[in-house]
Structures are given as C-alpha cells and as structure tokens.
C-alpha cells in the first residue's frame, strides 16, 4: 500500500512517499525518520501515478519503530517529573515527615504521583517555573493524603481525642487538632476540603 505523508520542518511543507504494510507502521518509519518534524497528516495514496520510481521509500516487511516521538516525549517528561517528586519527598524525608512511610513504598508512592500528575496534565506546555509550582503542590497533596489514610489507623482516646500511640514522630497523648494543624502547615493543604474530602 502506498502512503502519503505531509509534514512540516524548518517552516516548509514536505510530501512523502512510502509503500508499507500499514498507517501504523508508516507512521512509526517517519517518526524514526524525522524526529524533528512536525506530523501533519497522512492518507492513502490510491493513483500513484506521477509518483516518480524512487522517490518513494519501501518500508522493510515487518518494520516497527522502537520508539515513537511521542512515546520518546512522553517517557522523557515522566522520567523528569519522577526526579522532581523524588527532590522533595527526600526533602521532607530527611526533616522526619513521613516517617510512618516505609522507604521502599515511598518508592512506589513517587512513581505513582510521577504518573498521575503527566496523566492529568500530558497536553500541558509548562514554563519550568510553573512547573515546579505546579508538581510541588500537587506532590505535597498526594503524599498528605497517604499519611491521612495511615493517621486514620491510629488508635484515638475518644474522650480526649489524643493518640494513643506515637505516630510519625508524633508522641502518644498529642492532640488531634495538633496533627491536624501540622498536616496543613506542612503540606499547603486543607483537612477538611483536601483529606476529609468535605469542601
């Protein structure tokens, strides 16, 4: 089958030609090809004539691109959002703040925020500037929700609503709302509209 495939680069539209098995795998020989263009769309080609011997391109039987662009894009922004979060876990790490979190689920914790933030925000254009801001109050969010959840197991005397147990650097006796006002301070967030899941 042959295809036609329009791209842009360096400001010029451009016309190729390719014979190849399918659309997938011709788009997956231009991405390889042209990394540096810009995809503009793609059809079949039905009349090849005028379509001069040799100035099309047979795609070899069985091709497939080991990565396309887009895939390159998009492991690359994940790997750079996982060294972020990783940053300022370590952060509060290192000042005792998450201490009721094993070291290798925060691990996991990490990857986990690392993937939900690009698949929420995957068609953002940032500004590095934003994008720090952005990651770090998403970040501080996603990780006092973990410790609200692991807060919630802790034994409380019900009629002084003080733990029982020491807790993530907390002594046995602190008082509820202590905790809560240190999940606010610390994190930026609110107890009641962002971890009791209320406003």
């Known amino acids: 089958m042959f295809y036609e495939i329009i791209h842009k680069k ?18 997956s020989f231009f991405y390889d090809k042209e990394q540096e263009a810009e995809f503009l769309s793609i059809r079949v080609k039905k009349d090849i004539r005028g379509i001069p011997e040799g100035s099309y391109v047979n795609i070899p039987a069985g091709y497939r691109s080991a990565e396309s662009l887009a895939d390159k894009k998009a492991r690359e922004s994940l790997a750079e959002t996982v060294t972020e979060v990783t ?10 703040f998450l201490r009721d979190i094993p070291y290798q689920e925060l691990t996991d914790v990490i990857r986990d925020v690392a993937e939900k933030f690009e698949n929420i925000h995957k068609d953002s254009d940032w500004l590095e500037q934003d994008f720090l801001s952005e990651i770090e109050k998403f970040a501080k969010k996603e990780i006092a929700v973990c410790l609200w959840e692991k807060f919630g197991d802790i034994p409380m005397n019900p009629d002084t609503e003080e733990i029982e147990i020491a807790w993530n650097g907390f002594n ?4 509820r709302e202590d905790i809560w006002h240190w999940f606010e301070e610390t994190f ?3 107890v009641a509209e962002d971890l009791m899941r209320v406003g």
């Open 87 to 96: 940053w300022l876990y370590r952060e509060l790490w290192d000042r005792g």
């Open 172 to 175: 046995p006796g602190t008082n």
């Open 188 to 190: 930026n967030v609110s």
């Open 10 to 27: 360096d400001g010029r539209e451009i016309r190729e030609y390719a014979k190849a098995e399918n659309m997938q795998q011709m788009i």
